[in-house]
């Protein structure tokens, strides 16, 4: 399980409105290459990313929102045998909203650490500064 914070300058929907904006992540998140989104009925879908890193892995979440948080499990996908987590928004006051994002990812045994690496260390804090620049600029 990797757990990390940010505090952003917007309000707690706007914030999930663009988490939730999925077909968007391509333009501002430069590892997605594709996004597939499946309605599955009010609040609720499947959706398959295709991302670059080091290598092209594909896999599908569902995804869930409620009042303060998006979370999403795993349905299927490339190298993974689990992807499960969420993002949890806090109002701070002021303008502020504090993020707490929380994944937990297995992978097959065949997977190089340096992936997992990669995915963790590198770009988690890209990610989480890629949405904070997003959701302060729109």
């Known amino acids: ?6 505090i ?14 999925f077909k968007e992540y391509p333009k501002f998140l430069k ?12 609040g609720e879908c499947e959706v398959t ?10 896999y599908t979440l569902k995804m869930k929102r409620l009042p303060n948080r998006i979370e999403w499990t795993f349905v299927r996908g490339d190298m993974m045998k689990d992807n499960k987590g ?3 928004v806090e109002e701070l006051g002021d303008g502020k909203i504090k993020v707490i994002y929380q994944v937990d990812i297995k992978f097959g045994f065949l997977v190089p650490g340096s992936v997992v690496d990669m995915l963790t260390k590198v770009n ?3 990610m ?5 620049s997003q959701a302060e600029r729109t």
């Not at 399980?1 to 940010?6: A, R, T």
């Not at 952003?8 to 904006?21: G, R, T």
């Open 1 to 6: 399980m990797v757990k990390s914070e940010i």
């Open 49 to 58: 990313y295709e991302i670059d890193l080091i290598k092209r892995i594909r």
């Open 8 to 21: 952003i300058e917007c309000s707690k929907d706007h914030f999930l409105d663009i988490v939730w904006n």
């Open 86 to 88: 969420s993002w949890e």
């Open 31 to 42: 590892e997605v290459k594709s996004v597939d989104v499946k309605e599955l009925g009010e």
């Open 128 to 132: 989480l500064n890629a949405f904070k």
């Open 124 to 126: 988690l804090p890209q």
